[in-house]
């Protein structure tokens, strides 16, 4: 029995391996594209095959999509928008031309309808208009936030050694927390559902929690008292833009001040927008608890600490 094939746009990112993981497991026979040979390994070690494309050559994304039924693009974090919308027409004509059955934009956050002025949002706005108008058939998966981001290297330290969950948005704002195991459990069912092409799926987790909630968990599961912390915009940008460049920190945290403000609407996942998820994918996200107790925290700060 011939097994469909999935192709996966991220390379080694946290988000597609992630989604090339649960397409391994549902039995497809899962591409990801990947620019450099040096990525190859972590790719076979999935189940997965590397096959080599650059965005900004459609040819060579032509030949990675030949023959797969399907695709997944998650796009990588940047901010040129020219850039990223050149890279989504190129990825666009190749699935035209391999004749794609299902194809499944992660939008990594939310999709607002119209323009915001953040551009990180905003790309996303522009993509999801061209693929809309494609005639490919396109499933949309919009994430809240991860919590994998405070597993990440600059926020775990700062829970396991200081004891303080430091966060760049307000202590009140409600969130419904997701994960990228979650994510790609709903992106890889959405290929099931070709039925589903011109809908988006908003995902979030079973609960809606503020950041002081969020400190009290992590305290009983670490044993110690941690509070939260909502770092200020601009420390926040400057720390990223040290480690990462500008514009990289002054763009996300652009993106967190909306988040703070005007799209804090899309972090809070309603009941029945959970209900349609579950039902469409037949899903059950996973709880804060679970997924935080999952971790080993000091073992985790000791591989991610400088």
């Known amino acids: 029995m011939k097994h469909e094939t999935v192709l996966v746009y991220g390379g080694v990112g946290s988000q597609s391996l992630a989604i090339a993981r649960a397409a391994v497991r549902a039995g497809y026979d899962c591409r990801v594209v990947t620019r450099s040979v040096e ?5 076979e070690t999935l189940g997965a095959r590397p096959v ?9 994304l032509k030949k990675a999509t030949q023959d797969c039924d399907a695709v997944v693009l998650t796009l990588p974090l940047v901010f040129d928008a020219e ?3 050149g890279w989504a027409k190129n990825i666009i004509q190749a699935a035209q031309t391999a004749r794609i059955k299902c194809f499944v934009f992660n939008a990594s956050g ?5 323009e915001t002025g953040v551009t990180a949002v905003d790309i996303k706005v522009w993509v999801s208009r061209l693929l809309a108008s494609s005639g490919i058939p396109v499933v949309r998966i919009e994430p809240t936030l991860y919590l994998d981001n405070l597993a990440s290297p600059w926020a775990a330290p700062s829970i396991v ?3 303080t969950l430091a966060y760049p948005l307000p202590e009140t704002l409600q969130i419904s927390w997701t994960n990228w195991d979650d994510m790609a459990a709903c992106t890889v069912a959405a290929l099931k559902h070709p039925e589903f092409a011109g809908r988006s ?3 979030g987790g079973p609960q809606d ?3 002081g909630q969020l400190a009290e968990m992590l305290s009983a599961r670490l044993g110690k008292s941690i509070s939260y912390h909502p770092i200020p915009l601009a420390d926040f940008a400057s720390g990223l833009n040290a480690a990462l460049g500008d514009p990289v920190g002054t763009e996300i945290a652009h993106l967190y001040e909306w988040f703070s403000g005007a799209g804090a609407t899309y972090l809070a996942v309603d009941d029945p927008v959970r209900t349609e998820v579950e039902r ?6 996973r709880r804060f608890s679970d997924w935080v107790n999952g971790i080993d925290w000091v073992e985790l700060v000791k591989t991610t600490s400088p």
Do not use: E, K, W
């Open 110 to 114: 939310p999709v607002p309808r119209d």
């Open 39 to 43: 990525n190859a390994g972590r790719i």
């Open 52 to 60: 080599f494309g650059d965005f900004s050559d459609v040819q060579s």
């Open 280 to 285: 469409a994918f037949s899903f059950t996200p």
């Open 83 to 85: 850039r990223a919308v």
């Open 161 to 163: 050694l200081q004891n």
């Open 201 to 203: 799926f908003r995902v």
């Open 209 to 211: 929690l503020t950041g």
